[in-house]
């Protein structure tokens, strides 16, 4: 299995790729803070998902990368929040997007409590 096979992977992947596209929207005077902030928050997400597949020989740092990746989805959650407060995106589509958001920190808390699944030596 690839780690782009993983749901988890491919759900974060959508999540920041709609949150690119709604950022194109933000103001011009938001590019190097708000916009920058969410892009990057929302993308590391799914880089950490790939890194922890990648070091699954390794228990501990497969789940440092997946905690590393729920708390840039947190920080995700933040900026739209951010987004949202200052009537940049409605509030049905903030809610829709930290939705979303929620659904991918489920799957990461899957892979993190079921680390056997995803190819990591479990100490028996």
């Known amino acids: 299995m690839k780690f782009q096979d993983l749901f988890a992977y491919q759900k974060s992947i959508s999540l920041s790729m709609d949150i690119f596209e709604i950022s194109k929207t933000f103001p011009k005077e938001e590019t190097y ?21 990648r070091k699954r020989a390794y228990p501990r740092h497969f789940s440092s990368k997946l905690t590393d990746g729920d708390a840039e989805n947190s920080e995700t959650q933040v900026w739209l929040e951010y987004a949202w407060r200052c009537k ?16 991918v920190g489920k799957l990461i808390n899957y892979m993190i409590l079921n680390p056997g699944k995803f190819g990591v030596k479990t100490e028996e």
Do not use: G, M, N
């Not at 902030?37 to 993308?43: A, K, L, T, V, Y």
């Open 33 to 53: 803070s708000l916009t920058d902030q969410i892009r990057r928050s929302s993308r590391s997400v799914s880089a950490a998902i790939a890194e922890a597949y």
């Open 88 to 103: 940049y995106v409605s509030e049905e589509t903030f809610k829709e997007l930290v939705k979303e958001s929620e659904e």
